[in-house]
């Protein structure tokens, strides 16, 4: 069990999260929120990288600044901006890494193929890092993350620069490892995570907004999402009355899923809320806000 | 109500071993620190330890050309008797801070910081393994070429350029280690490492005549204490470095 208990941050004098209050048992946790909200930062801690200005971290009850090796020693971390050294390929790279992991070479040699076949990289395994494309370096990051067969597996945005067919593929991967280990993503990619995570966090204003599973964060939209279809000339008075959530043509007319809290007109189409527009919704720019 | 009493208790055995694992788990146990040297060592190995062969090996060529220069082309000069002795305080100093470091320029170059970071061993820790092997590498190499600067020049003696060497190097070890520690960023801490090499230029080439008076009327045995408590201090800052370089986060910003 991983407790964030009471953690805040500051960098100088500007608060970035305050107060955060978290608890991690084995599943997937997706950290959601926009740019700049701090997710990287939370996860910085969490990674022993950034001490918290208040509050601690604790692993089974102790700070997991004391346990040092033997903290480090359990999680696996993706950075968002992963770094490599250009003149080593894939292999070379794991097997370094796998040195300062603490896993002995053996182990190493019989875990980095079986790591580079699940990214889909067998093909790549001679070729020099510098010459790799920016998907193909995350994927060596995935893998990477999962060398030490971590009990905290923490990546930050790692399906940054991934073409459809490899977020499936890492999808179907984070789901099998999440049976018995703690995961925590980030993103700001919300179908990333609606289909894998068993809870959402969402930071908002410095704070934890919600740490819930996805059915019950969407409840709180229950009867506020509508889909309506109407002519292009309507839909920038439209706008300027409601929170417009996605807006797409069809045949000619526009098809506008929306949010309203009142005055329900019976001819619009209630749909079933979603993360996303959770995400819209509590996101939203605070000039719209006031029309809702 | 009689639920209680029927509780059956395991055997004592059990609850003792049971006890001694609890106990065990909780203590924060650390291998000592030869140990830990010795497993970080069987590890990592070389291969990774010494990672950045090619700047090493251009490093240690560019010192030992300096060296040779200094011993086959060095004019003695009668007047002051001991012109060598601020260039051979120089030499090994410069090398080992060049070579301690390049794995901090490496990760900060190539952004693999993060990742060196949160291994289990992670970059300070194989930094201050490889001052530990560097340190005795630049001891063993400078005291060659001191050997051999004493038999070519007569006013260098051997034992007190030795202590006057040995000295510098093992002050600048320290010093590079606190300034590790104390100065968080990275240009801080190459413009401390600079200065500090800069400013024994600076008595070198300018008012070399009372620079080297001083270091030579300084008693050997008072050399030789030096010598002892900067080792010490040194073992003990790198010991610090490897087994407790986590109190703080490990990337530290300095609040301004
Ligand atoms: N080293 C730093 N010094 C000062 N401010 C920082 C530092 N790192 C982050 N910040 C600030 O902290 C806030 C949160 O940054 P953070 O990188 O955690 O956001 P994020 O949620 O990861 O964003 P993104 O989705 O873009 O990755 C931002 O306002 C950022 O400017
Ligand atoms: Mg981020």
Redesign the pocket.
């Known amino acids: 069990m991983l407790t964030v208990n009471s953690v805040s941050k500051d960098?100088?004098n500007?608060p970035?999260l305050q107060d955060i209050q978290l608890e991690f048992s084995n599943g997937v946790y997706g950290l959601l929120?926009?740019?700049?909200?701090?997710?990287?930062?939370?996860i910085k801690m969490l990674t022993t990288l950034l001490f918290p200005t208040k509050g601690e971290i604790l692993y089974e009850g102790q700070t997991i600044f004391s346990m040092g090796e033997r903290y480090r020693d359990l999680i696996g971390y993706l950075p968002?901006n992963f770094g490599y050294y250009k003149n080593y390929n894939p292999n070379q790279y794991l097997q370094y890494l796998a040195a300062l992991k603490g896993i002995s070479k053996q182990a190493a040699n019989e875990k980095i193929p079986q790591l580079l076949k699940l990214v889909a990289l067998e093909d790549a395994i001679k070729k020099k890092m510098g010459k790799f494309s920016g998907g193909m370096i995350q994927r060596v990051g995935i893998a990477q993350a999962m060398l030490n067969d971590p009990k905290i597996l923490i990546l930050?945005?790692p399906t940054a620069g991934l073409d459809p067919k490899e977020r499936v593929r890492f999808r179907n991967l984070l789901s099998d490892l999440a049976r018995d280990r703690i995961v925590i993503l980030?993103t700001?990619i919300v179908s990333d995570v609606e289909s894998i995570a068993n809870e959402i966090i969402m930071?908002k204003d410095k704070r934890v907004l919600y740490k819930d599973s996805i059915q019950s964060i969407c409840q709180q939209l229950d009867g506020k999402v509508y889909e309506i279809e109407m002519d292009f000339d309507q839909v920038k008075a439209f706008r300027k009355n409601f929170l417009s959530l996605s807006e797409r043509q069809d045949n000619g007319r526009m098809n506008i899923r929306f949010i309203a809290e009142e005055n329900i007109r019976p001819e619009w189409k209630r749909v079933k809320p979603t993360l996303e527009d959770v995400f819209l919704y509590q996101y939203q720019d605070k000039e719209v806000e006031q029309k809702v | 109500m009689n639920d209680e009493k029927q509780f059956s208790y395991p055997d004592k055995k059990i609850i003792e071993r049971e006890i001694t694992a609890i106990v065990k788990k909780g203590k924060i146990e650390r291998e000592s620190f030869p140990r830990l040297l010795l497993s970080m060592y069987r590890q990592i190995g070389v291969r990774f330890l010494i990672r950045d062969r090619k700047e090493i090996s251009i490093a240690v060529t560019m010192a030992v050309i300096l060296m040779f220069a200094v011993l086959t082309s060095g004019q003695e000069r009668y007047e002051s008797s001991s012109s060598f002795y601020g260039i051979i305080m120089l030499v090994s100093p410069i090398l080992y801070g060049v070579l301690s470091l390049l794995p901090f320029l490496h990760s900060k170059i190539n952004g693999t910081f993060e990742v060196e970071m949160t291994c289990k061993y992670n970059l300070y820790q194989l930094a201050a393994f490889r001052m530990l092997i560097f340190s005795v590498f630049c001891f063993l190499l400078n005291t060659v070429w001191v050997l051999a600067m004493a038999m070519k020049f007569s006013t260098v003696h051997f034992v007190q350029a030795f202590m006057i060497s040995t000295t510098s190097l093992l002050i600048f070890s320290l010093l590079f280690l606190y300034v590790f520690t104390v100065l968080k960023k990275m240009i801080t801490k190459v413009a401390a490492v600079m200065s500090w090499i800069g400013l024994n230029a600076l008595f070198v080439f300018i008012d070399s005549v009372v620079y080297q008076q001083l270091l030579v009327s300084v008693p050997w045995y008072l050399y030789g204490i030096v010598i002892c408590l900067s080792a010490y201090l040194f073992l003990k800052k790198i010991k610090e470095f490897i087994i407790q370089n986590q109190r703080e986060g490990a990337i530290s910003?300095v609040n301004s």
């Open positions: 960098f100088g500007f970035v929120a926009p740019n700049g909200a701090g997710k990287t930062t939370l968002q930050d945005e980030s700001h930071i | 910003y």
